[in-house]
Structures are given as C-alpha cells and as structure tokens.
C-alpha cells in the first residue's frame, strides 16, 4: 500500500493504528463529551472534527519512514540440470557432438560466431538453473530479471553442453541461451535455441528480439 510515494510495512500499519487512538483525543482536548456530541451534531461541526482529524493524520503520515520496495521477480526456477562443459572442441565439433536431427542455423553457430567463453577454464562442472516465465516476456526483461535473482544467462558453451549431454531436454520443452548472441544480415541479434518435436532434436538461432512463449526455459548460472 502505498501513499504520495510512501511504502508501509506492518510496522508502519502498527504506528499508523497507534497514533490513530491519540489523533482523536488531541483534536477534542478539554471538551466535555456532552459538548463534543453537541458541535458534532451542530451544522458543520462533523467536518470540523474531520478537519482536525485529517490535519493530524497528514502530519503523522507525512513522518514515517519510506521502506524500500522488495523486488519482484517474474520469472521462476522450475529445475537444474549438471553439465561438464569442455570447451577443449571447436564450437564445430561440439555442435557435431550434438547429433541434432536438424539445424536451421544456416552452419552460423561457429567458433567465429560464437567463440568460446573467455576467461573460463577449459573444463568445468556447471549447474544449469531453468527459469520459466508465466507471461510471455522479451529477452532484455529476462536478462534483467535473472541478474536480480543473481543469476546470468547461459551461453553457448553451456547450450551445447546441454544438448550433448542432456539430449531428451529439449524434446520437453525448448531451451534458451541468452548469455551468446550474434548479429549477422541485416544487423539481426540472434540467441541459440534447443527445441525438438516428437523425437526430432533442432539446434537454430532465433532474433533476440522476439517475444517468448511461456513454453520456453531460459537457461542461468548462478553468481
């Protein structure tokens, strides 16, 4: 709840109910009750009583401390998968290793489109956390979500890893790596995705800026 900008908390509800019960009382000191029942059924004499409430009540308010607003997180963890990802391989030969049915990637998911991580060792354990957003949402929403969840995107190392590893992943439901990206014709930016239908397993990129379905996973590390 919220008031000209003001965040409260159940502290503040409390302090609110407290000065309340001494609001009233201040406005009607030295009153005799009978006399007080008297102006208040007088014409005009309720809303000067709601004036002197109100007046107090502003002032009151106006003193509480703002809390800061938590952060709300759209998206969710829905699982995690362990991988090794070594990157020793070309990104040619760890898409080889995938044995997808089907590329539509038009051979561009490469080692010069997508060179390996930098600064990350040649081999290592990751776990792969998978966040799913209710809402259809874009990429840039996401990234920012999953950093306030202390989370980054996965990349293409860790993609292929997946899919090498993992393959009946994608047959469930369509992974995303958001932390590689590549822009080619037409100043495109686009992402690797893992999808699959039935038994048939696909490796394609997709634009960056298209608006993802609730049916896809996004894939994170933690920070």
């Keep these: 709840m919220s008031n000209h900008g003001t965040t409260f908390d159940i502290g503040q509800y ?3 109910h407290v000065g309340m019960t001494r609001v009233l009382p ?3 000191t030295g009153i005799d009750p009978k006399e007080l029942l008297r102006k208040i059924n007088e014409e005009g004499g309720i809303n000067r009583l709601q004036g002197a ?10 003193n509480l401390p703002v809390v800061a607003p938590v ?7 829905v699982g995690s998968t362990i ?20 590329r539509w990637d038009n051979g561009n998911i490469n080692s010069a489109n ?3 991580d930098k600064g990350r060792p040649k081999k290592e354990t990751v776990t792969i956390d998978w ?10 929403p996401i990234v920012d979500d999953l950093a306030l969840q202390r989370h980054r995107p996965m990349t293409n190392d860790e993609t ?16 995303v790596g958001l932390g590689s990206s590549w822009v080619g014709s037409g100043r495109v930016r686009r992402v690797p995705v893992l999808e699959g239908s039935g038994t048939q397993r696909y490796l394609l990129l997709s634009r960056w800026d298209r608006r993802w379905l609730s049916i896809f996973l996004f894939g994170a590390v933690a920070l």
């Design 14 to 16: 409390n302090a609110l």
């Design 26 to 28: 201040a406005a009607t």
């Design 53 to 62: 409430v109100h007046s107090a009540l502003v002032e009151m308010i106006g």
């Design 71 to 77: 952060p709300t997180f759209f998206g969710r963890m």
């Design 83 to 102: 991988v090794v990802v070594n990157r020793r391989p070309t990104v040619e030969k760890m898409v080889e290793l995938g044995k997808f049915d089907y």
């Design 114 to 116: 997508f060179p390996h």
């Design 131 to 140: 966040y799913e957003y209710p809402q259809s949402a874009d990429s840039d």
């Design 160 to 175: 292929l890893s997946v899919a090498i590893q993992h393959p009946k992943l994608q047959l469930e439901h369509p992974r």
